[in-house]
């Protein structure tokens, strides 16, 4: 019974390892079947695959050149916005002064298209006129027919001077008719360019309601965060919003004004890009500052409204100059050097295992089996669930992992070697070297891992993907060495060739020259010359284990000699009667 529980826990551990695989091997299945956004290969980044390049255009108001200042913020919030697409790798980088330049791996999607391309700055109006986007009238004779283009006489200066962003004296004549007769279709309106300090016609993103909206109240600086998420009460989901300071005293008064109002004139438009995101109704007098958005939303348009809300705030507009397709900067031939130069560090891995630890060898290449499935398959997942994408620094990565994981088995063998060579039994020395071998395995992955994690976070982009994959397979590494190599060798010692010691099962005691016999016994020393080839095998093993003893082992030998040689004889005893 005293060895039924190594095996037992060998046996709960393989289990737990296998069922692990299945889990991972599962979720990537749904991410494939079910939910048709995962893979069964991973995602390659830009270096590897190629994608999608945009170059922005910058703008200001008064046409000047933007400064370093302004370009800088502008390109952390564009990656910001990048990054919460869920696109991974992507290159976000300045052109010259005025020229921001987005490459992104693959082929990007409309709404990530849209997302980058939405560059204005995010402004907060007042609703004045809401109504259907319709640009004809059925007149008297029952026709349907267009509303006249607006007469330039109209009058287009307020009656009265308007007290705040919701004073319908804002609503001229002619921009009445201007309203009308806006067709939200039409291209060649551009509500993004209209003045912060007049009223704008506008539509909604999807062209369903049509706008008159005062002047811009807020801007998208005033929003210190947005945040999407399930309402407690109504069970619908939600935008919440943040403002600063001065946001928060503004929106307090805006919102004491809109608080019942009849509608259109109780609502609040949020406008990015001269166009409508969301026009809620004020149903509340707020003075914290943390208002929130409800309405028929799905998880996907509150995600994306958060986001727009979050990262609307662009100190500068932006126009596309330019967008197409690229080609991969490296190229396959790279990745399949990178791949070539994995797989030959893999065979000499196998190669120096096979030679050095003989039968012990083949452990090492089915741990590191083991290693690349999970891996493979933790790499696809990630790719669906967090966009992460596989460069050639990734590649890099795994491929220094495969040293690294060696470096465990080696420990972990060493050390039941040390063990043998003291005199333990097979089954023993597996169970002791692996309490002494782990401690080292442990603290060497753990700065392992902080050294990715800090690699990670200080980093340029094009070197995260090699932290992230060195810090990905060192917790993979952890994870085989306990769930698999130390199991497999609990199971192997019990077997008859590795429990026997067979000389090519790289755990023969003779041949790792076990000299300690018991408690305090060594074997004796042979004092005549080798002669035969068993002789000076056992020759060089007597010498490998002298070497290989402890301080204590040495201290006791030589106490072990000195009371052989100082016991007393009867000559000694005679001379002192």
């Not at 945009?54 to 200001?60: F, G």
């Not at 399930?230 to 307090?252: M, Y």
């Not at 000499?348 to 999970?374: D, Q, T």
Request: hydrophobic share 45%; aromatic share 8%.
């Amino acid at each position: 019974m005293a060895t039924s529980t190594p095996v037992r826990h060998a046996w709960r551990a393989l289990t737990g390892l296998l069922i692990i695989t299945a889990v991972l091997f599962g979720i990537n299945a749904l991410g494939v079947y079910v939910f048709k956004a995962s893979s069964w290969t991973p995602e390659l980044a830009l270096d590897l695959q190629g994608g999608t390049q945009i170059v922005l255009q910058a703008e200001t108001a008064d046409g000047v050149t933007p400064s370093d200042e302004q370009m800088d913020q502008a390109v952390t919030i564009i990656r910001q916005r990048v990054d919460a697409s869920g696109v991974g790798e992507a290159d976000v980088a300045r052109q010259g002064a005025d020229q921001i330049v987005v490459q992104i791996p693959g082929q990007a999607d409309e709404e990530t298209r849209n997302r980058i391309e939405a560059s204005a700055q995010l402004q907060l109006r007042a609703v004045l006129v809401a109504g259907a986007p319709a640009t004809t009238f059925v007149g008297d004779d029952g026709k349907e027919t267009p509303y006249p283009t607006p007469d330039p006489s109209l009058p287009s200066t307020p009656t009265a001077e308007p007290t705040n962003g919701s004073d319908i004296s804002w609503v001229t004549p002619a921009l009445q008719a201007e309203y009308l007769a806006y067709d939200c279709a039409n291209p060649s309106n551009d509500p993004a360019s209209a003045p912060k300090d007049q009223p704008l016609i506008t539509c909604e993103t999807d062209g369903s309601v049509k706008y008159i909206l005062g002047p811009v109240e807020l801007d998208g600086t005033s929003i210190s965060d947005a945040t999407f998420g399930l309402e407690q009460t109504s069970g619908q989901w939600a935008v919440n919003l943040k403002f600063d300071d001065a946001g928060t005293k503004t929106f307090g008064e805006i919102s004491q004004r809109l608080y019942g109002a009849n509608p259109p004139l109780n609502q609040f438009a949020f406008v990015l890009d001269g166009t409508v995101l969301s026009a809620p109704s004020m149903n509340a007098v707020i003075l914290g500052g943390n208002p929130s958005i409800t309405g028929s939303f799905t998880q996907d348009t509150a995600k994306v409204l958060a986001d727009q809300l979050k990262y609307g705030a662009l100190p500068l507009s932006f126009t596309v100059e330019s967008s197409a397709s690229i080609s991969a900067t490296l190229g396959s031939q790279q990745l399949q050097v990178g791949l070539i130069a994995g797989l030959v560090g893999l065979l000499l891995v196998a190669i120096y295992s096979l030679i050095v630890y003989r039968a012990l060898g083949f452990v090492i290449i089915a741990s590191l089996a083991v290693m690349a499935v999970l891996t493979y398959i933790t790499l696809c997942i990630l790719a669906w669930r967090m966009g992460f994408r596989l460069s050639l620094a990734g590649v890099a990565g795994l491929i220094v992992t495969i040293g690294f994981t060696a470096d465990s088995f080696i420990v972990y063998f060493e050390r039941i070697r040390d063990e043998l060579r003291d005199g333990k039994s097979i089954t023993g020395a597996v169970e002791d070297g692996w309490g002494r071998a782990k401690r080292t395995i442990y603290i060497s992955k753990s700065i392992n891992i902080l050294a990715a994690v800090v690699l990670y976070i200080l980093a340029d982009a094009t070197v995260k993907g090699f932290a992230f994959t060195l810090g990905l397979t060192t917790a993979i590494d952890v994870l085989i060495f306990i769930l698999f190599t130390h199991p497999v060798m609990q199971l192997l010692a019990r077997t008859k060739f590795f429990g026997s010691g067979h000389p090519l099962s790289g755990m023969d005691p003779t041949a790792l020259g076990a000299v300690y016999r018991g408690r305090a016994q060594f074997r004796a020393p042979v004092a005549a010359a080798p002669k035969t080839q068993a002789e000076k095998r056992a020759s060089r093993s007597r010498g490998e284990a002298e070497r290989r003893q402890t301080i204590a082992e040495r201290k006791q030998a030589e106490l072990a000699a000195a009371g052989e040689s100082g016991r007393p004889t009867k000559n000694d005893t005679g001379g002192q009667s």
